[in-house]
């Protein structure tokens, strides 16, 4: 087989290509670590939430939708909250970056955290549907392989711990309330 880059022009083409490949991984390792906080934050959450009878009872229904129904249910709580997500980007197109950046990040949380648990609640019958089946593999074949990736890299790997050490010590007895009342102490003197 013939090389396509003779010598020095293939180096330079790694080169590049490493140059531009970097700060994609750590854009996708930041998004993962974000997205898995995320995921796993709301989820604990929602499962808090649906102990109380009215939730289960909603629930309960959300569960035994027909395929289609499940679908919907699935999709609205996307649709309601993208114009919320598009008032908080204009918002900081028009200089008011803080509610904006706000606004933005309450409708991510909120829509992940409806997201994931209908999800989690109507799985069975939406993968009983052909094509979201074959779109669910798909996604799930890819997210798994840049996990893998991810996984592998050194870098990845110790900001995770760094991330997962810093999350138990603040979920640890009375850590955020103390800090909380250090900061509030601070900003009276």
Known sequence: MLNKYPGGQRNLFRKVKRLI???????????FLFEEFIWDTTA???AHLGT???VRAIEKN??????YWAVFAFLLPSSILVPAK??????????????????FTAAKIIGMALFSRIFNLTRP??????WFNHVYERVM??????????????????IKLALSATLKKIRGKGYLIHLLRRIYKTKQT
């Open 21 to 31: 490949l970097l700060p994609l991984i750590w854009l996708a390792a930041m998004v």
């Open 44 to 46: 604990r959450l929602m």
């Open 52 to 54: 109380l009878t009215a």
């Open 62 to 67: 959300i569960s035994a939708l027909t395929s």
């Open 86 to 103: 598009l008032l908080g980007l204009h918002a900081i197109a028009q200089g008011h970056w803080l509610i904006g950046s706000l606004i």
């Open 125 to 130: 019958t939406l993968l009983k549907i052909r």
């Open 141 to 158: 074949y890819y997210r798994n392989l840049v996990h893998a990736y991810l996984d592998n890299w050194p870098a990845y790997q110790r």
